[in-house]
Structures are given as structure tokens and as C-alpha cells.
T-cell receptor, first 111, second 114 residues
Framework: DTAVSQTPKYLVTQMGNDKSIKCEQN?????MYWYKQDSKKFLKIMFS???????INETVPNRFSPKSPDKAHLNLHINSLELGDSAVYFC??????????FGPGTRLLVL | LAKTTQPISMDSYEGQEVNITCSHN???????ITWYQQFPSQGPRFIIQ???TKVTNEVASLFIPADRKSSTLSLPRVSLSDTAVYYC???????????????FGTGTLLAVQP
């Protein structure tokens, strides 16, 4: 059973397109996160939701919009994709502010 | 926010014990120390967490001195499969508005050679 899953695993798209990445966790956690890992391997927090409410919104362009339809899902929609958005996007979940469990990542390449 | 400092990289050989030290001079009273491991093309994975003294699990040990300004992750008898990036994070267990617990930093790239 996959604890934290993300789809798609790979995403190749053109500049200017709009795309979404989905994340689901079956751990019963109440907190979910989106991270971005760039080519230099820096892992940066983007957003965090607790019980479907946004609690962390780091300095991220407003082209990125997270949505949490329920506690088990946190999706990331990206409008007007740019070259600099190319990265690996990781979803994670935790119970409250505890240990985080990460998904396998979505590798986004913007051409 | 408690900032962490780790070596960028370390080399080791199979069968050796590896100790990775993390400095966190500004650690707060309610902060815990957590280590994650990340293999290439995978998300980070929790290894161990501690508050003070020593914690041991089936994977590693974590040594924390009395002043808590640093911590050392100890991996006994490493193998090639332990080659990964190791991150030290510091932060509270309860959300209070601070996001330092989510700061992964550069991590330490451990390269284990045969």
C-alpha cells in the first residue's frame, strides 16, 4: 500500500500551459505539504494545509494554487508554466506537526 | 529560527561507522532534532528524532550533547545502499507559526565506496 502517492510521476509540457499535480495520502494524517526541489537539490517548502486549511504559504508565485478537497488530498495547480518551474515537486503528510512522510515526487519539465 | 549547518559531503567505505554532525546553535527549548535520508529520485525518509542525550533505532543512533547546540547522526557499518543525502532539521512538535521544522537545507551527501 502506498502511503503518499502523487500523479503524474513525470510531466513534460510547454511554456504557458496550465497543469495540475495530485497528491493523496492514506495515513489518516491531518497535515499535508508541497515542496519544490530544484536542480541544485534544494528542497523548499511551498505550502502546507492542516485539516483542509492553508497554514503555510511561502513566497511562491500566485501562479501556483494549492487545493485541498479533503484531508487526504492536496492538489497543486500551476498556471502559465515557466522554464524556471522545472523541478521535482514532492507532496508530504504528517499528523499535526510530526514526522513527515513524502511521496515519490513529480518530475516537471517545462520546455 | 534555528538554522542548521552540516558538511556538504562525506566519503566512507563499506563496513565503517559514519558520523554526521549538525550544528544548531540557536535551537529553542521546545525544538526537536530530526534526521531524514533522501535517495536519488525519491522523497526524503524519516530516520530518527531526538530531544536530548541519545536515541537509537534499528537504522541509526542520534547523539545530542547537554547544550543541544549540535547533534550527531551515527550510521553503523554502512553499506553501498546508504549512499544518500542526509538532512538535519530542527523545530517544535507543535505548530506555532514557525516553519523552521520544514527547512531542509543543503544536507550532507554521503558517498559510500566499496
Amino acid at each position: 500500500d502506498t502511503a503518499v502517492s502523487q500523479t503524474p510521476k513525470y510531466l513534460v509540457t510547454q511554456m504557458g500551459n496550465d497543469k495540475s499535480i495530485k497528491c493523496e495520502q492514506n495515513l489518516g494524517h491531518d497535515t499535508m505539504y508541497w515542496y519544490k526541489q530544484d536542480s541544485k537539490k534544494f528542497l523548499k517548502i511551498m505550502f502546507s494545509y492542516n485539516n483542509k486549511e492553508l497554514i503555510i504559504n511561502e513566497t511562491v508565485p500566485n501562479r501556483f494554487s494549492p487545493k485541498s478537497p479533503d484531508k487526504a488530498h492536496l492538489n497543486l495547480h500551476i498556471n502559465s508554466l515557466e522554464l524556471g518551474d522545472s523541478a521535482v515537486y514532492f507532496c508530504a503528510s504528517s499528523q499535526s506537526w510530526g514526522t513527515q512522510y513524502f511521496g515519490p515526487g513529480t518530475r516537471l519539465l517545462v520546455l | 529560527l534555528a538554522k542548521t549547518t552540516q558538511p556538504i559531503s562525506m566519503d566512507s567505505y563499506e563496513g565503517q561507522e559514519v558520523n554526521i554532525t549538525c550544528s544548531h546553535n540557536n535551537i529553542a527549548t521546545n525544538d526537536y532534532i530530526t534526521w531524514y535520508q533522501q535517495f536519488p529520485s525519491q522523497g526524503p525518509r524519516f530516520i530518527i528524532q531526538g530531544y536530548k542525550t541519545k536515541v537509537t533505532n534499528e537504522v541509526a543512533s542520534l547523539f545530542i550533547p547537554a547544550d543541544r547546540k549540535s547533534s550527531t547522526l551515527s550510521l553503523p557499518r554502512v553499506s553501498l545502499s546508504d549512499t544518500a543525502v542526509y538532512y538535519c532539521l530542527v523545530g517544535p512538535e507543535e505548530y506555532g507559526g514557525a516553519t523552521n521544522k520544514l527547512i531542509f537545507g543543503t544536507g550532507t551527501l554521503l558517498a559510500v565506496q566499496p
